[in-house]
């Protein structure tokens, strides 16, 4: 049973830094690939950055490309998102989610859809204010 585990989170400025942790237990998460979710009050869920189980290839949203980056390090079953120049509309539950190997699928379309995830962390909260 995998388990997914977010931290990070807080308030931080506009054009402030944070860099959330995903910690995987239960499996050894190297095959899986994972990816980032937020959702604000009142809007839908946004898929923010997903990347492939080796790390070689991610995908980013529009509202978040060159800001925000994801990479994992498998050896410490961790994927991290280091956000940079926050905006105020950037403040959302942020959810890490994972899907398994055996689900055939591009990380553009894990993102975008959502579709095969099977486990979801309980989200970390990021507030932009000043």
């Known amino acids: 049973q995998v388990q997914l585990v977010e931290s990070g989170g807080g308030l931080v400025q506009p054009g402030g830094s944070l860099r959330l942790s995903c910690a995987a237990s239960?499996?050894?998460?190297?095959?899986?690939?994972i990816g980032w979710f937020r959702q604000a009050p009142g809007k839908e869920r946004e898929g923010v950055s997903c990347?492939?189980?080796?790390?070689?290839?991610?995908y980013y949203a529009d509202s978040v490309k060159g800001r925000f980056t994801i990479s994992r390090d498998n050896a410490k079953n961790t994927v991290y998102l280091q956000m940079n120049s926050l905006k105020l509309e950037d403040t959302a539950v942020y959810y890490c989610?994972?899907?398994?190997?055996?689900?055939?699928?591009?990380?553009?379309?894990?993102?975008?859809?959502?579709?095969?995830?099977?486990?979801w962390g309980q989200g970390t909260q990021v507030t932009v204010s000043s």
């Open positions: 239960g499996v050894t998460m190297d095959s899986y690939k």
């Open positions: 990347i492939s189980s080796s790390g070689g290839t991610a």
């Open positions: 989610a994972a899907v398994p190997p055996y689900h055939i699928l591009t990380i553009q379309s894990m993102c975008l859809t959502a579709r095969a995830v099977e486990t």
